[in-house]
């Protein structure tokens, strides 16, 4: 189980090497994606808290990459935050997710991406709910909800 002390380890010491890799160019991205997937998988943006899809969504399944359809997430470690938008305590393997310091908007925060393809997800807090304690804050726009588990 990932704690706090490891997403810091990893944002300054380097991430976990991942699976494979997906590298696009802007315009294959531009192609592949709608306009808000794009704005913010690709040029790290944000949904308006309370407007995506999957925020009040708790069905059993899988929540792969929009972009490369990698899993990151399962539907066992999501929780309510109250937050407006997709709360989870874990990613779905270790490897899934990558961490980089983000100082914008005056302050200092860890932004989470996709570690396949780099595609921005969202950021990872150290106020969520035990044993972790973590929280990763997720953009509906970045995920897709697989619900064929079998």
């Known amino acids: 189980m990932l704690t706090w ?7 300054v010491n380097g991430n976990p090497t991942p699976d494979r890799r997906v590298e696009k160019t ?5 192609a592949q ?10 040029q ?11 925020c009040s969504i708790y069905d059993e399944g899988k929540y792969n990459c929009v972009c490369c359809n990698m899993p990151l997430f399962d539907s066992t470690i999501k929780f309510s935050s109250g937050t407006g938008w997709p709360s989870f305590t874990q ?4 490897n ?5 310091k983000d100082s914008s908007y005056g ?8 570690n ?19 929280r990763y804050c997720i953009n509906s726009e970045s995920m897709t909800l697989d619900k064929d588990i079998a």
């Not at 780099?118 to 973590?134: A, I």
């Open 44 to 54: 790290k943006g944000t949904e308006r808290p309370h407007s995506g899809a999957l």
């Open 26 to 30: 802007e315009s294959e991205w531009r």
């Open 91 to 94: 990613p779905i393997t270790e």
């Open 116 to 134: 396949s393809c780099d595609g921005h997800l969202g950021h990872v807090f150290p106020d969520g709910p035990e044993p972790s304690g973590l």
């Open 5 to 11: 002390k490891d997403i810091i380890n990893f944002s």
């Open 33 to 42: 994606l709608t306009p808000e997937q794009f704005r913010i998988t690709r």
């Open 96 to 100: 899934a997710i990558k961490y980089e």
């Open 107 to 114: 302050m200092v925060r860890v932004e989470v991406m996709c």
